[in-house]
C-alpha cells in the first residue's frame, strides 16, 4: 500500500499551525510548537536517542515559511529562527496521527528535564 500523499498545505493567518490534508481523507491541524519541537533537524534529534535534545519556551513560537523539499517534503521556518527540520509526508502524518501522545511526551520530557513551554532552554 502507498503512503497517503497530501494534496494541500495551508498556513492560517496566524500561523500557529499547519494544515495538511491527504489523499485518503485525512486533515490534520499541526500545532506550530508540536512541529518546532519535534523538528527532524539533527539541532533537536541529534545523531542518536542520546543526543536528542528537549526544547522548551516555543508556546508561542509562530510559523514563517513553508517551502517544498523536492516531492517528499517541507522545510518549515520558524521565528525563532530554526529552519533546518525536513518534513516527509510520513512524518507529517504520523505526527497529526499521534499528535496527543507525542505532546503529552514532550509535556512529560520538559518535566522531567526542569523545563517549561514558556522559557526557552534545551536539555
Do not use: C
Not at 489523499?23 to 506550530?32: N, R
Not at 534529534?45 to 513553508?66: D, N, P, W, Y
Not at 496521527?97 to 526557552?120: H, S, T, W
Amino acid at each position: 500500500m502507498a503512503p497517503a500523499w497530501p494534496v494541500e498545505i495551508r498556513l492560517p493567518r496566524d500561523r500557529r499551525s499547519l494544515h495538511v490534508s491527504f489523499d485518503d481523507g485525512t486533515a490534520f491541524s499541526l500545532p506550530a510548537e508540536l512541529l518546532r519541537v519535534a523538528s527532524p533537524s539533527a539541532e533537536v534529534q541529534g545523531h542518536s536517542e542520546a543526543q536528542r535534545k528537549t526544547v522548551g519556551g516555543k508556546r508561542h513560537v509562530t510559523i514563517l515559511s513553508v517551502d517544498a523539499v523536492g516531492n517528499y517534503a517541507i522545510r518549515l521556518g520558524f521565528d525563532d529562527m530554526h529552519t533546518t527540520g525536513i518534513y516527509s509526508w510520513t512524518l507529517l502524518r504520523d505526527l497529526g496521527v499521534n499528535a496527543e501522545r507525542r505532546f503529552q511526551d514532550y509535556l512529560d520530557d520538559l518535566e522531567a528535564k526542569g523545563l517549561d513551554r514558556d522559557r526557552p532552554g534545551t536539555r
